[in-house]
């Protein structure tokens, strides 16, 4: 499964950034994707359809039920998809040093725009799989490979 993993300033006189970890749409299989929506990942990552990780790690019977009914499960599999997309951006980029990933988050120095695209292992329907295992979950363990730092942008 392809993602892309950004940093992003945020205008303005501080340095504020946003950090996000995001899937390509043309690595969700077809059937899941026609189930959720595509955002257009930041500028950096140069405006590509995609994927929330919430979106992709859902089990297939979250899609089934009423929308009323979604609430219980819809926490948890955002929950574990907020830690996710941690992992991979803190690995990326060292200097995210938040527990779960903040909206925005103010550095004290400018490092600039940049993107990382890889290949993780394919997280489709993964949440029965990995919620019981979230506290050992790692960026390695979902399959981030060591050498993503050589195709950032």
Do not use: N
Request: some cysteine; charged content about 20%.
């Amino acid at each position: 499964m392809d993602i892309i993993v950004t940093r992003s300033r945020i205008a303005g006189t501080l340095p504020f950034y946003e950090y996000r970890a995001l899937v390509l749409a043309d690595s969700v299989d077809q059937a899941r994707r026609s189930q959720v929506a595509t955002i257009v990942s930041p500028r950096v990552a140069g405006r590509t359809a995609c994927v929330r990780i919430a979106q992709v790690i859902a089990p297939a019977r979250y899609f089934d039920l009423p929308h009323c009914s979604r609430v219980d499960i819809a926490a948890r599999v955002g929950l574990l998809a907020k830690l996710i997309e941690t992992l991979l951006v803190q690995d990326v980029f060292p200097e995210m040093t938040a527990d779960l990933l903040p909206v925005v988050f103010q550095l004290d120095h400018d490092p600039g725009d940049a993107c990382t695209w890889a290949s993780i292992d394919d997280l489709t329907a993964a949440f029965d799989r990995l919620e019981p295992a979230w506290a050992q979950l790692t960026a390695s363990s979902l399959g981030l490979p060591q050498d993503h730092h050589l195709r950032a942008a």
